[in-house]
Nanobody
Framework: QVQLVESGGGLVQPGGSLRLSCAVS????????ADWYRQAPERQRDLVAN???????NYAESVKGRFTIGRDNAKNTVSLQMNTLSPEDTAVYYC??????????WGQGTQVTVSS
């Protein structure tokens, strides 16, 4: 059974950095494409970053230049490097992975809190 396990969230001060990971297990298929979403309290879930099957990346304007989405095929993981964090980045972050067989899976979410 395929599972996505997110990790790396936590409390960080403004200006700090965090690296989120989303590990795929239980599948013979590798990651085809992936997204990171975030949802702040009382807010909708927004797309933050995307990486395509070819490795191209796209970012929401609010995180462009600060966040980097990555993919490690050997480890079958997707990452989100978050730098220069601000309180506005506080949210639950979710990974969404499409495997090479076309199936889509969501991570359980990990809390990121940016506060002094």
């Amino acid at each position: 059974q395929v599972q996505l396990v997110e990790s790396g969230g936590g409390l960080v001060q403004p200006g700090g950095s965090l690296r989120l990971s989303c590990a795929v297990s239980g599948s013979i298929f590798s990651i085809h494409a992936a997204d990171w979403y975030r949802q702040a309290p009382e807010r909708q879930r927004d797309l933050v970053a995307n990486i395509t099957s070819g490795g191209s990346t796209n970012y929401a304007e609010s995180v462009k230049g600060r966040f980097t989405i990555g993919r490690d095929n050997a480890k079958n993981t997707v990452s989100l490097q978050m730098n220069t964090l601000s309180p506005e980045d506080t949210a639950v972050y979710y990974c969404k992975v499409r495997l090479t067989n076309g199936w889509i899976y969501w991570g359980q979410g990990t809390q990121v809190t940016v506060s002094s």
